[in-house]
Structures are given as C-alpha cells and as structure tokens.
C-alpha cells in the first residue's frame, strides 16, 4: 500500500542547476498537490492539479513548472535553483468530489529535502 | 491575511495530562475543517477532521470542538502520550475552490515523560 511516493528523499544542489521532483500516487486520485514546509511557514501551496490535463498556480509558484503526466504521476520542476528554494517538499493526492464534504482528506508523501547552495 | 491561524507554535504538556491545541479562522464559509499531525522527517498523515453542521467529534483520545461563533476550533487530546509528539497542523478547505486547502503554520506538541 505505497500511497504517495515522491523522489528523490534528499537531493543537494548548486545555484542555477535544474532538477525535477517526481510524484506518483496509486490511489486513482483526481488531485494532486506539491507543497513546501518552511519553518514557521506551514504548508504554501506551490502548484496543484484538479485532475488529470490541468494544472493551476497556488500561493508560492514562482521559480517552478509542473507536469501532470497522467492521472498518477506529477512532477515539479525547478529550472534555476535559488537558495530561497531551499526547503522540504510535499507531494499530496485527493480525492476531490465537488459539493460534497467528504472527500477532502489530502494525503501526503514523504517528503523531499533540498537544499540549494 | 491568514485566514487559517494556530497562534501557539509549541506547546509542552505532561505525559497523561490533556493537550489542547487551537487553530481560529476568519472565513466564515468554511464548512468543513481537518487535522493533520506531522513527525520529523514524515508527510503529514491525516488525524480527524470536522463538519460545520455539528460542534464536537470524537476518535479514542481524540476530540475536536468547534465553536463557529467565534471562529474557533480545538484539538483536545486525552490522555496525552509520548507518541503524541509531533508538529499539528489545521486546515479548511478553501470555499473559493474545493481543489486547495487553507493551512495553518502548525502547533509542535511536545509531551514530558
């Protein structure tokens, strides 16, 4: 029972380079999320992805670019890392039933750890 | 403007006391609100959650309050184990898209043995 699995766990990087998060989940969700956890920041939403084909901006967007590859698998891509990129990364999945209360338990993966220097 | 806020990021309690933690909100559209419970190096899992038709649910040591007249809602744990340690987030729905949630910044629960 995988979940949401994310990859790579830890990954360090030097300013400028690129390198993409991969996310895939097997519990045939519609919505997928990627999330940053800064201390004292909670949860900021980066982008997200209603269902499979769209793909919208959250709170925090700027210096990334997602892919929803298909119904399991979205990734986040950082084109140029900047040190202010620094931070763990939360990939989650949902399923989202519009009008209903039910439905909004949000799941998440593990977690990735970057750090740019 | 935050619009999810847990105002106390930690708080220490004895082991087999009661935690509390507070999470108060300004939306009052939301109708819906969650808990999620967080260890170190781990995703946030999912703990319980709460509809705005009803005022309190349980789940064993479990109890969220909700008070929708101020805007506020309460995670009460009883009693209070070691196992409980860990960063405590809450979350509502956003009412402008049932695709996001509005999170706080999250309460880190330590218990003394």
């Known amino acids: 029972n995988a979940g949401v699995t994310q990859t790579p766990k830890f990954q360090v990087l030097k300013t400028g380079q690129s390198m993409t998060l991969q996310c895939a989940q097997d519990?045939?969700?519609?919505?997928m999320y990627w999330y940053r956890q800064d201390p004292g920041m909670g949860l900021r939403l980066i982008y997200y992805?209603?269902?499979?084909?769209?793909?919208d901006k959250g709170e925090v967007p700027n210096g990334y670019n997602v892919s929803r590859l298909n119904k399991r698998e979205f990734s986040l891509r950082l084109e140029s890392a900047a040190p202010s990129q620094t931070s763990v990364y939360f990939c989650a999945s949902r399923q989202t039933r519009t009008g209903q209360l039910s439905g909004n338990t949000i799941y998440f993966g593990e977690g990735s750890w970057l750090t740019v220097v | 403007d935050q619009q999810v806020k847990q105002n106390s990021p930690s708080l220490s309690v004895q082991e087999g006391r009661i935690s509390i933690l507070n999470c108060d909100y300004t939306?009052?559209?939301?109708?819906?609100f969650l808990w999620y419970k967080k260890y170190p190096a781990e995703g946030p899992t999912f703990l319980i959650s709460i509809s705005s038709i009803k005022d309190k649910n349980e789940d064993g040591r479990f109890t969220v309050f909700l008070n929708k007249s101020a805007k506020h809602l309460s995670l009460h744990i009883v009693p209070s184990q070691p196992g409980d340690s860990a960063v405590y987030f809450c979350?509502?729905?956003?009412?402008?898209?049932?695709?996001?949630?509005?999170w706080g910044a999250g309460t880190k629960l330590i218990i003394k043995p």
């Open positions: 979350a509502a729905p956003d009412g402008d898209s049932n695709y996001q949630l509005i």
């Open positions: 992805s209603a269902s499979e084909g769209t793909t």
């Open positions: 519990m045939n969700h519609n919505s």
């Open positions: 939306n009052s559209m939301f109708d819906y």
